[in-house]
């Protein structure tokens, strides 16, 4: 099998994501790409509800449910796309993965 990385072929972290959800028999949503695009925007740490107010803010929250970032928060977790760095205020604090 061909291993893209050692041809030095990057994969976006979207791409990364559609692998990692086809593996689970599941498809990246437009909501899900969405989510993901929005967290890999920035390398700042945040918790789940800065990132539903963000979303928000530009308007693409209203086709994205609280739920649905939530879930997919925790998908990237398991993928390693995501990692968990701390707990502050009762919420759990992320941080992109960097290649």
Not at 50 to 66: I, T
Request: charged share 30%; glycine share 8%; proline share 2%.
């Amino acid at each position: 099998m061909l291993d893209l990385n050692s041809l030095g072929i990057a994969m976006s972290p979207v791409e990364k994501f559609r692998e990692y959800m086809e593996t689970k028999g599941m498809r990246l949503t437009l909501e899900r790409e969405l989510i993901v695009n929005e967290i890999f925007s920035s390398s700042e740490q945040f918790d789940a509800d800065q990132l539903v107010e963000r979303m928000s803010d530009q308007g693409v929250g209203r086709r994205v449910s609280r739920s649905t970032v939530y879930r997919t928060i925790g998908w990237l977790e398991e993928a390693g796309l995501l990692r968990k760095v701390g707990r502050e205020n009762d919420h759990d604090i992320y941080q992109p993965e960097s290649e």
